[in-house]
């Protein structure tokens, strides 16, 4: 999947049929996209048009995962401001 609102297409623009509902079941049922990607890289693990859009999109779609995933670990440097 995507996110339209960040401009990242997902691949229900390449394989129509391959929508939200799809995804999602398929994540649910293997816990993440990096094991349901593996499953399918390595078995059936959905009906023909999913399994041949997860086998041949799974770079897309890794890469759009690691790009809408929130970065929760970064540094900063807090000066706090003093106010006379």
Do not use: C, W
Not at 11 to 36: C, D, N, Y
């Amino acid at each position: 999947m995507g996110d339209e609102v960040d401009g990242v297409p997902g691949i229900q623009h390449m394989v129509p049929a391959f929508g939200r509902k799809t995804a999602m079941k398929l994540v649910r049922k293997h816990g993440s996209l990096e094991s349901l990607l593996s499953a399918a890289a390595v078995r059936t693990v959905g009906r023909p048009y999913a399994q041949e859009a997860l086998t041949k999109y799974a770079d897309y779609l890794r890469r759009n995962y690691q790009v809408l995933a929130l970065n929760r670990f970064f540094l900063y440097h807090f000066k706090p401001l003093h106010f006379d």
